[in-house]
């Protein structure tokens, strides 16, 4: 590669001009010995000066860690040494530089063979060290594949996400869930595969909804024959590869053909299914006509705030697009955000052939060679300038423009609630991170307790958290008990992580930092600091009365912890919304008035972490059940069991199952079928 081209890195413009004036060998002088401030700019410089003595020559990826053993930056360069050097320069720094040197306390080096192994290695590690001065991709979540089984003799369609271990076809990615689900929908009505597990499907003795409703052809019970079965899958097969044109004509022909032979009947189930095929590219909007498989980038800024747009098109088909917001500094250029954003984009997925994206970057050919070794085939990275290919660009662009506009007002909205709830706790400052604390049970059983996170963008979704109850010697349905753990476990942890020092040097008492509201100073409302982002919480909302709350006081003092915001939130008479009454240290209980946006706020607050919960709580009670089976149902035993399971062939069929149709099942009476229903459907607390 050119030594012309140059990283898109924070220093970039400092390395290239010191690599053109100076040696790999020469470094600036060190600063006479003296007393330096740590964590000031000239001790960041010093350090940094001791390392370059250490630096490789060669390609590779670097570390800057602060005093605390955090890594605040990873970076790759084709030379190490001169890259470093050029962060020691006394001149030339932006804010955002100056600190992060400040903070620099010490340097690691990882030597590659070549500058697209350190490309690669960097967006690997900026993925898994999430260090605060680099763009971060924040939603990484695996993206939904379709899948045509080829382990059975009769294949399945079903949605895949996940490691692609399962041997058959996968077709994707897709943007959503709710694509995958909606193509799959239209698939079935239009190849009739089935979508069944495979034990359901060998326990059939008369065929399903599915196949009532004309969503599956019935391969189970031998309502169509193996090798018409098998052109169904061919056919679903090659659409899904984009001979979508030849299939609907393919379709079209037996249509014709059936009606000429006046067989009516057949033909309206061709007409059908060449609807349903209609039906899956109607609701993909733009189609390409000059590309089949590519993936769009566009990135759009404003307020200090970035979106990145991702369409997905595979087989000439649109698969949707999803927005991402990158954690970035607001001093980054669209091009500088972009080309991080794609480095770790495609540190877990494969590439297609063609990439197209809105802004141009020194780092596209360098991410094409990467992409290239890693994927094993030729993969593009332009700007398009004309057609068709840039009207998909502009597209993407449009909707990121869009989606950053939504972005921005409802970030607005959120800090004005943050602030409005600060006043009325009479917090010292708006809270930017709040935890709220829920347990869910069934008399005890499969007891978990949960945290969900939010802030200033809402629902934090990447930092909730959940505790399954260990203690052995807690009384059935013991929430206090419960509380005292999950917060107990949490903090513990938090304080040997992240500890705040100068909390622990001058400790606030509870009621000295939650005040009436008209005692309290003029709430802070300063922008928060992007980089600083505490795990510490300015504000604890308990779901629960004056017992939850005494509980959670007593966890934190006894951990020592007197200066974190207290609430809890009781529901209101029979579980009304509308009527909570809160609970604040040194306070009288109050309540809200119905209509108040704060407490439309606390109650979503509220809802949620009683949803994540009861979520947990159900997650583990089906894996408890699936390992002790239905026995653990009073009343079901062996017998029973096998009755059950014979009839609907999976427990999850069984779970799903209305009253009456449990009551249907050969030796299982009323009453027991209240019990299986009862157990499947009983509200957790």
Known sequence: M???????????????????????????????????????????????????????????????????????????????????????????????????????????????????????????????????????????????YIL?????????????????????????????????????????????????????FEARTRPCLLYQIKRCSGPCTGEIEFAQYGGLVREAKAFLSGKSQTVKDALAAEMQKASAALEFERAGIYRDRLAALSAVQSHQGINPR?????????????????????????????????????????????????????????????????????????????????????SGHKVEVSVPQRGEKKELVEHALANAREALARKLAE???QRKLLHALGMTLGLARAPLRIEVYDNSHIQGSNAVGAMIVAGP??????????????AVDLAPGDDFGMM?????????????????????????????????????????MAEPDEETDSPWPDLVIIDGGRGQLAAAQETLAALGIVDVPLVAVAKGPDRDAGMETFFVPGRESFKLQPRDPVLYFVQRLRDEAHRFAIGSHRMRRKRDLREAGLQEIPGIGPTRKRALLHHFGTLKAIERAALADLAKVPGISAETARKVYDFFHERAS
């Open 290 to 374: 000059v590309i089949e498989n590519a993936d769009v980038f566009a990135v759009h800024q404003a307020g200090g705030f970035s979106c990145v747009e991702v369409f997905f098109f595979r087989a000439g088909q649109n698969w949707g697009n999803r927005a991402y917001f990158p954690r970035a500094d607001r001093s980054l250029a669209a091009d500088e955000v972009l080309a991080s954003f794609l480095a770790q984009f495609y540190d877990d997925k494969p590439p297609p052939p063609c990439i197209l994206v809105s802004h141009a970057s020194r780092e596209h050919t360098l991410l094409a060679e990467a992409l290239a070794t890693k």
């Open 457 to 470: 963008e809402g629902f934090r979704k990447n930092l909730y958290r959940k505790f399954n109850i260990r």
């Open 411 to 413: 970030t607005s909205s």
């Open 484 to 524: 005292r753990e999950v917060l107990s476990r949490r903090f513990k942890r938090l304080m040997s992580e992240a500890p705040r020092a100068a909390a622990a040097a001058a400790p606030l008492h509870v009621d000295a930092v939650i005040m009436p509201p008209e005692a309290s100073a003029p709430i802070d």
């Open 2 to 144: 050119s030594s012309s081209k140059k990283d898109v890195d924070p220093a970039a413009d400092l390395a290239a001009d010191l690599a053109a004036e100076e040696d790999a060998e020469s470094l600036p002088e060190e600063e006479p010995e003296r007393v330096i401030a740590v964590g000031s700019l000239p001790a960041g410089r010093a350090a940094i000066l001791r390392c370059a003595k250490l630096a490789p020559t060669s390609p590779g990826v670097y570390r800057m860690i602060d005093a605390n053993g955090d890594v605040l930056y990873v970076g790759k360069a084709k030379n190490i040494r001169k890259r470093i050097v050029a962060y020691a320069r006394p001149t030339g720094y932006d804010s955002r530089i100056e600190r992060m040197v400040a903070a620099t306390s010490s340097l690691e080096f990882v030597s590659t063979a070549t500058e697209t192994e350190a490309l690669l290695l960097e967006a690997n590690l900026i993925k898994r060290l999430r260090p605060r001065f680099n763009v971060l991709l924040r939603d990484d979540k695996s993206f939904p």
């Open 148 to 200: 045509i089984t080829a382990d059975h003799w009769a294949p399945q369609i079903l949605k895949h996400r996940g490691a692609q271990t399962r041997q058959g076809d996968y077709y994707g990615p897709f943007a959503s869930v709710w694509a995958v689900n909606r193509t799959i929908n239209s698939l079935q009505r239009a190849f009739l595969l089935r979508s069944c597990s495979d034990p359901f």
